[in-house]
Protein backbone atom coordinates (compact mmCIF):
# COMPACT_ATOMS: atom_id res chain seq x y z
CA UNK A 1 0.00 0.00 0.00
CA UNK A 2 1.36 3.28 -0.90
CA UNK A 3 1.25 5.61 2.05
CA UNK A 4 1.65 8.96 0.33
CA UNK A 5 -1.44 8.32 -1.79
CA UNK A 6 -3.28 7.49 1.28
CA UNK A 7 -1.70 11.14 3.16
CA UNK A 8 -2.88 12.68 -0.22
CA UNK A 9 -6.73 11.28 -0.35
CA UNK A 10 -7.12 12.07 3.70
CA UNK A 11 -5.77 15.19 2.94
CA UNK A 12 -8.44 16.28 0.26
CA UNK A 13 -11.12 14.36 2.21
CA UNK A 14 -10.18 16.53 5.30
CA UNK A 15 -10.01 19.85 3.03
CA UNK A 16 -13.30 19.24 1.32
CA UNK A 17 -15.06 18.49 4.68
CA UNK A 18 -13.52 21.92 6.32
CA UNK A 19 -14.59 23.51 2.69
CA UNK A 20 -18.14 22.44 3.22
CA UNK A 21 -18.46 22.78 6.80
CA UNK A 22 -17.48 26.77 6.59
CA UNK A 23 -20.18 26.76 3.58
CA UNK A 24 -22.94 25.73 5.92
CA UNK A 25 -21.76 27.84 8.49
CA UNK A 26 -21.79 31.14 6.56
CA UNK A 27 -25.27 30.43 4.32
CA UNK A 28 -27.44 28.55 7.34
CA UNK A 29 -29.47 31.89 8.33
CA UNK A 30 -29.88 32.16 12.62
CA UNK A 31 -33.61 31.72 13.86
CA UNK A 32 -35.54 34.32 13.30
CA UNK A 33 -36.72 35.47 16.68
CA UNK A 34 -40.57 36.64 16.92
CA UNK A 35 -41.00 39.95 18.93
CA UNK A 36 -44.47 40.76 17.98
CA UNK A 37 -47.48 40.22 20.31
CA UNK A 38 -48.46 36.63 21.09
CA UNK A 39 -51.78 35.83 18.92
CA UNK A 40 -53.96 34.91 21.77
CA UNK A 41 -53.22 38.77 23.25
CA UNK A 42 -53.50 40.33 20.29
CA UNK A 43 -56.58 38.83 19.56
CA UNK A 44 -58.15 39.50 23.12
CA UNK A 45 -56.47 43.18 22.54
CA UNK A 46 -59.09 43.77 19.55
CA UNK A 47 -61.94 41.93 20.93
CA UNK A 48 -61.84 44.16 24.10
CA UNK A 49 -61.20 47.31 21.77
CA UNK A 50 -64.33 46.00 19.16
CA UNK A 51 -66.50 46.01 22.39
CA UNK A 52 -65.71 48.79 23.57
CA UNK A 53 -66.25 50.91 20.17
CA UNK A 54 -69.47 49.07 19.69
CA UNK A 55 -71.16 49.41 22.70
CA UNK A 56 -73.01 52.54 22.18
CA UNK A 57 -72.96 53.78 25.19
CA UNK A 58 -68.90 54.00 25.67
CA UNK A 59 -68.59 55.36 22.14
CA UNK A 60 -70.42 58.03 22.88
CA UNK A 61 -68.38 58.84 26.26
CA UNK A 62 -65.46 58.75 24.29
CA UNK A 63 -66.62 60.87 21.80
CA UNK A 64 -68.30 63.52 24.10
CA UNK A 65 -66.38 64.06 26.85
CA UNK A 66 -64.26 67.54 27.59
CA UNK A 67 -61.06 65.45 26.85
CA UNK A 68 -58.75 68.24 26.07
CA UNK A 69 -60.34 70.12 29.03
CA UNK A 70 -60.10 68.21 31.56
CA UNK A 71 -57.02 66.42 30.91
CA UNK A 72 -55.01 69.45 31.02
CA UNK A 73 -55.24 68.92 34.55
CA UNK A 74 -56.21 65.55 35.61
CA UNK A 75 -53.80 63.27 33.81
CA UNK A 76 -55.66 60.53 35.13
CA UNK A 77 -59.09 61.34 33.87
CA UNK A 78 -58.58 60.50 30.83
CA UNK A 79 -57.07 57.00 31.90
CA UNK A 80 -60.68 54.66 30.77
CA UNK A 81 -61.07 53.52 34.36
CA UNK A 82 -61.47 57.06 35.26
CA UNK A 83 -63.58 58.38 32.26
CA UNK A 84 -66.19 55.50 32.46
CA UNK A 85 -66.85 55.59 36.10
CA UNK A 86 -67.11 59.50 36.70
CA UNK A 87 -70.61 61.47 36.77
CA UNK A 88 -71.78 64.48 36.70
CA UNK A 89 -70.05 66.24 33.52
CA UNK A 90 -67.11 64.95 34.30
CA UNK A 91 -67.37 61.16 33.01
CA UNK A 92 -70.06 58.74 31.92
CA UNK A 93 -70.61 56.77 34.13
CA UNK A 94 -70.91 53.45 32.07
CA UNK A 95 -68.43 51.59 33.86
CA UNK A 96 -70.53 48.53 34.12
CA UNK A 97 -70.03 47.93 30.57
CA UNK A 98 -66.65 48.41 30.42
CA UNK A 99 -65.68 46.25 33.61
CA UNK A 100 -67.95 43.67 32.39
CA UNK A 101 -65.88 43.96 29.18
CA UNK A 102 -62.78 43.87 30.62
CA UNK A 103 -63.32 40.81 32.50
CA UNK A 104 -62.71 38.82 29.23
CA UNK A 105 -59.59 39.76 29.17
CA UNK A 106 -56.35 37.01 29.49
CA UNK A 107 -56.37 35.62 33.16
CA UNK A 108 -52.76 36.74 34.50
CA UNK A 109 -52.54 40.00 32.93
CA UNK A 110 -53.15 43.50 34.23
CA UNK A 111 -54.17 46.41 31.41
CA UNK A 112 -54.53 49.66 31.39
CA UNK A 113 -56.57 51.89 28.87
CA UNK A 114 -56.90 55.25 28.47
CA UNK A 115 -58.39 57.84 25.76
CA UNK A 116 -56.86 60.97 23.73
CA UNK A 117 -57.01 63.26 21.21
CA UNK A 118 -54.10 62.55 19.72
CA UNK A 119 -51.54 59.86 19.07
CA UNK A 120 -49.18 60.67 21.66
CA UNK A 121 -50.08 59.49 25.20
CA UNK A 122 -52.06 62.25 27.35
CA UNK A 123 -52.00 59.88 30.74
CA UNK A 124 -49.09 59.02 33.22
CA UNK A 125 -50.02 55.47 32.65
CA UNK A 126 -46.30 54.87 31.14
CA UNK A 127 -44.33 56.47 34.14
CA UNK A 128 -46.85 55.24 36.57
CA UNK A 129 -48.64 51.96 35.89
CA UNK A 130 -46.77 50.09 33.24
CA UNK A 131 -44.01 47.59 34.54
CA UNK A 132 -40.78 48.57 33.67
CA UNK A 133 -39.58 45.07 33.14
CA UNK A 134 -41.21 42.15 31.39
CA UNK A 135 -43.45 42.81 27.94
CA UNK A 136 -46.32 45.29 27.56
CA UNK A 137 -48.22 44.93 24.46
CA UNK A 138 -50.53 47.90 23.04
CA UNK A 139 -53.39 48.22 20.77
CA UNK A 140 -55.14 51.31 19.71
CA UNK A 141 -57.81 52.15 17.29
CA UNK A 142 -59.15 56.22 15.87
CA UNK A 143 -63.02 56.74 16.84
CA UNK A 144 -64.41 59.12 15.04
CA UNK A 145 -67.82 60.51 15.75
CA UNK A 146 -70.25 59.49 12.42
CA UNK A 147 -72.71 61.88 13.84
CA UNK A 148 -70.74 65.54 13.92
CA UNK A 149 -67.82 65.35 11.49
CA UNK A 150 -66.98 68.34 12.71
CA UNK A 151 -65.72 66.25 16.66
CA UNK A 152 -62.38 66.19 16.75
CA UNK A 153 -61.81 62.12 16.49
CA UNK A 154 -60.18 60.18 19.54
CA UNK A 155 -57.56 57.29 19.71
CA UNK A 156 -58.29 54.49 22.35
CA UNK A 157 -54.97 52.87 23.72
CA UNK A 158 -55.36 49.24 25.37
CA UNK A 159 -51.53 47.91 27.35
CA UNK A 160 -51.37 44.44 28.21
CA UNK A 161 -48.60 42.93 30.36
CA UNK A 162 -48.14 39.57 32.75
CA UNK A 163 -49.20 40.37 36.55
Same mark, same amino acid.
Given at each position: =???? *?????????????L? $? *?????????? +??????????I??? =???????????? %? $???? =??? %?????????????? !??D? $?????? *????G??????????????N?????????S??????I %??K???? &?G????? &??????? !???D?? +????? $?????S
Open positions: =MNKR *GFLRILEAVIAVVL $L *GFIFFITIKS +PEVDVGTPVNKDS =MVYVIDQIINEN %S $LRKC =MLE %SDIKGICGTDLSFC !ECT $LFSLKD *GKGCVWNFFDDIMKTRLPYDYACEVCESLSCTE %SAKLPR &SSVYTE &SRIIANT !EDVKE +PRVIR $LYFWE
